[in-house]
């Protein structure tokens, strides 16, 4: 096991990284830029290092600042949380080659699954179900429109190198296409400086179904069932819950073996996720690999009683996973509702500012990851998301009242947030009956929607 490990992260993430390495007993680093000198995260941890200015690009994405930080201190590990460099193969490159312990799977992995091109050629080779599309990626227009008209529309025109939704539109009509991609095209060229594209079928009305897995350097590979995540707005996840309502035990144990085949295919080690598309018809699709942990893991480890980020610990840390699949059983029913300091009615426009009143709930059940504070003063350079709330219940109609009554709880004050908004999509009839897919908010709260 490690004595030291260095956090490359922020917010709610490197709080919840920074608790798990306190329970095994592990000292922490901490790294921050000027804009967070009063953050949590380097108050809670043993050591903390400023990097760099407020910019992302100056301080949380600077690989050698991180790392100097990380060699100076003695850390022996690195823990990326989510978002910044935790998808970054050049960054776990680095690591490896200073000896530096990357928590997480190798660089050659996350290469190979960040390029969503490749992982369906990889996918498909594993004989894991994917959406019918193109086999190679493609980079200009002409091309790819008549690969698209192969395919039929309506077509989804993705970022091989993206996430996070971005370098993302759909094409109903060959007439529209070209727009489209060259839209898409300058999105994924602005975010991730590649333009390089692919083109799949366009699935209607899915649900976004993800199964959670884990895997050690014995080629140990356990699944810790699904979560649904089909509540998004322009692709950015809103609430998850685990286990999916829509899905059988038959269908829940061939989603398993098919994450199990994906992370056997490559090689993966750690805590990883595979995201399926769930149409209508109960058939499956392989979508995408998330090779990290991922904002929603907390409804996981509500409904199987697992620790994900200590087990994503122990075994970088070259340990044998802690059990095995007939240990997992999903217990009751777990939700968790993103609350961000963006306005909903102003094209979800983000708020940052200080936080002048503070209340969360508490209770049997309940759970909060977040990194604010009375007084903290919320910066207007990273993610708007600023508390995870948490709610397990015997069943999922006792976990949607628990959570509209800890909703109802949640006091902050000095800006603007999404609660409303949220408690709003709970009490929806059609969201309460379990009828929920990925057009959910579009069609029933459009007015809210912005492209």
Known sequence: MYNKILIANRGEIAVRIIRAC?????????????????????????????????????????????????????????????????????????????????????????????????????????????????????????????????????????????GGGKGMRIAKSENEFEGQFQVAQREAENAFGNGTMYIEKYVSNPKHVEVQLIADKFGNVVTLGERDCSIQRNHQKMIEESPCVAISDKQRKKMSEAAVKAAKAVGYESAGTIEFLLDENGDFYFMEMNTRIQVEHPVTEMVTGIDLIKEQIRVASGEKLSFSQSDVALK?????????????????????????????????????????????????????????????????????????????????????????????????????NGYITTDFIPKYFGEYVTH
């Open 22 to 162: 306190r329970e095994l007993g592990i000292s922490t680093v901490a790294v921050y830029s000027k804009a967070d000198m009063e953050a949590l995260h380097t108050q809670l941890a043993d050591e903390a290092f400023c990097i760099g200015e407020a910019l992302s690009k100056d301080s949380y994405l600077s690989m050698e600042r991180i790392l100097s930080v990380a060699i100076a201190t003695n850390a022996e590990a690195i823990h990326p949380g989510f978002g910044f460099l935790s998808e970054n193969a050049k960054f776990a490159q680095i690591c490896e080659k200073c000896g530096l312990d990357f928590i997480g799977p190798s660089s050659e992995v996350i290469e190979k699954m960040g390029d969503k091109a490749e992982a369906r050629a990889t996918m498909m080779k594993a004989k894991v179900p994917v959406v019918p599309g193109t086999k190679t990626p493609v980079f200009y227009a002409d091309k790819a429109k008549n690969l698209a008209n192969e395919i039929g529309y309506p077509v989804m025109i993705k970022a091989a190198y993206g």
């Open 332 to 432: 009751g029913h777990a939700i968790e509702c993103r609350i961000n300091a963006e306005n909903p009615e102003k094209g979800f426009r983000p708020c940052p500012g200080k936080i002048t009143q503070l209340h969360v709930p508490g209770g049997n059940g309940v759970r909060i990851d977040s990194a604010v504070y009375n007084g903290y003063t919320i910066p207007p350079y990273y993610d708007s998301m600023i508390i995870k709330l948490i709610v397990h219940g015997e069943d999922r109609k006792t976990a949607i009242r628990k959570m509209i009554s800890a909703l109802g709880e949640v006091v902050v004050e000095g800006v603007t947030t999404n609660i409303d908004f949220q408690y709003d999509i709970l009490n929806h009839s059609e969201f309460q």
